[in-house]
């Protein structure tokens, strides 16, 4: 869990380093890019919880959850640094904003999942 929320801190550092470097017009596609590989990140960790480790749809959630959480915590300790006043609350909302929404649907998923796995 730790690694990956470690991987998520990474590629916004990767790709935040690439949208400076570009023009305007093409920032968008740098931030659909980080976007994407983030998606790729998550489903990698749900599929490797729930068909390798074998984990039940909540502790799959919660991994993920807490890896996605803890890459929001250190963009947001980033973030921090680089900004003129200190984002105290970011610190506190960002894990929040983004291990939430990935509790819940990586609870859907592994649902789905399991349902198959038990129907097949």
């Given at each position: 869990?730790i690694?990956?929320?470690?991987?998520?801190?990474v590629?916004g550092f990767?790709?935040s380093?690439l949208d400076?470097?570009?023009?305007?017009?093409l920032?968008?596609?740098?931030?659909?890019?980080?976007w994407?590989?983030s998606?790729?990140?998550?489903?990698?960790h749900?599929?490797?919880?729930?068909?390798r480790?074998?984990n039940s749809p909540?502790?799959?959630a919660l991994?993920a959850?807490?890896?996605?959480a803890l890459?929001?915590f250190?963009?947001a300790?980033s973030a921090?640094?680089?900004?003129?006043?200190?984002?105290?609350l970011a610190?506190?909302l960002?894990?929040?904003?983004?291990?939430l929404?990935?509790?819940?649907v990586a609870?859907?998923?592994?649902?789905v999942?399991?349902r198959?796995?038990?129907s097949?």
């Amino acid at each position: 869990m730790i690694l990956v929320g470690v991987v998520y801190l990474v590629v916004g550092f990767v790709f935040s380093a690439l949208d400076r470097s570009v023009s305007d017009h093409l920032r968008s596609m740098w931030r659909l890019a980080a976007w994407m590989a983030s998606a790729a990140v998550y489903a990698a960790h749900i599929g490797y919880e729930h068909y390798r480790l074998d984990n039940s749809p909540r502790s799959t959630a919660l991994h993920a959850a807490l890896a996605v959480a803890l890459g929001g915590f250190g963009l947001a300790v980033s973030a921090s640094l680089h900004s003129r006043h200190p984002l105290v609350l970011a610190l506190a909302l960002w894990p929040i904003i983004t291990g939430l929404p990935a509790f819940l649907v990586a609870l859907a998923v592994g649902a789905v999942l399991a349902r198959f796995a038990r129907s097949g």
